[in-house]
């Protein structure tokens, strides 16, 4: 499966509101050039980026079940969606089991295993501290005990110094 085929199918489906569409092309984005820019190895940078292609894949789901989808709900719930997801594809199980593994711990900001996991982690958390506009000094305190890259944190600082400047407006 490339990785235009999971966005492709993930824009397909009915579920999936415009905003969650626009979400996950941004933080694949970032994902992927995090990814590329710390040196993934070619697996470990795809099975990142169709994490992050599917990362929400449960909150439409959550939504409509719960009315909220919060973290621990997609924790619980994700992997389902996704072995749905994925059935019928060329995707290795054993990428499969990586991404459900992604998709259910990131919203788990300790005991982060992995360099993909880790920028998934990056790159959710920028965009939605933009998404949101989120308070610069919130940014800056939760950012830069979560960011390890180096990537990651070039980027961080950059969104903090746009905040602040919008805060100042
Ligand atoms: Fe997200």
Same mark, same amino acid.
């Given at each position: 499966?490339?990785?235009? /085929?999971?966005?492709?199918?993930?824009? /397909?489906? +009915?579920?999936?509101?415009?905003? %969650?569409?626009? =979400?996950?092309?941004?933080?694949?984005?970032?994902?992927?050039?995090?990814?590329? $820019?710390?040196? $993934?190895? &070619?697996? !470990?940078?795809?099975?990142?980026?169709?994490?992050?292609?599917?990362? %929400?894949? #449960?909150?439409?789901?959550?939504?409509?079940?719960? =009315? #909220?989808? +919060?973290?621990?709900?997609?924790?619980?719930?994700?992997?389902?969606?996704?072995?749905?997801?994925?059935?019928?594809? /060329?995707? @290795? &199980?054993?990428?499969?089991?990586?991404?459900?593994? $992604?998709? #259910?711990?990131?919203? !788990?900001? =300790? /005991?982060?295993?992995?360099? %993909?996991?880790?920028?998934?982690?990056?790159?959710?958390?920028?965009?939605? @501290?933009?998404?949101? =506009?989120? +308070? +610069?000094? !919130?940014? &800056?305190?939760?950012?830069?005990?979560?960011?390890?890259? #180096?990537?990651?944190?070039?980027?961080?600082?950059?969104?903090?110094?746009?905040?602040?400047?919008?805060?100042?407006?």
């Amino acid at each position: 499966m490339r990785i235009s /085929d999971a966005i492709a199918k993930m824009i /397909d489906s +009915p579920h999936n509101s415009v905003h %969650d569409i626009e =979400h996950l092309l941004k933080v694949h984005s970032l994902a992927r050039c995090i990814g590329q $820019l710390e040196g $993934l190895d &070619e697996q !470990t940078l795809y099975t990142l980026e169709l994490a992050a292609v599917v990362h %929400d894949i #449960s909150c439409p789901y959550l939504r409509e079940k719960y =009315h #909220s989808a +919060p973290g621990e709900l997609q924790e619980k719930e994700s992997c389902g969606y996704l072995r749905e997801f994925f059935s019928g594809t /060329d995707v @290795a &199980e054993e990428i499969v089991q990586r991404v459900c593994l $992604l998709v #259910s711990r990131h919203h !788990t900001y =300790h /005991d982060i295993e992995g360099q %993909d996991l880790q920028i998934l982690l990056e790159a959710d958390f920028l965009v939605v @501290a933009a998404e949101k =506009h989120l +308070p +610069p000094s !919130t940014v &800056e305190n939760q950012g830069h005990k979560l960011f390890k890259t #180096s990537a990651g944190l070039r980027f961080l600082n950059n969104l903090i110094l746009q905040l602040n400047l919008n805060t100042q407006e």
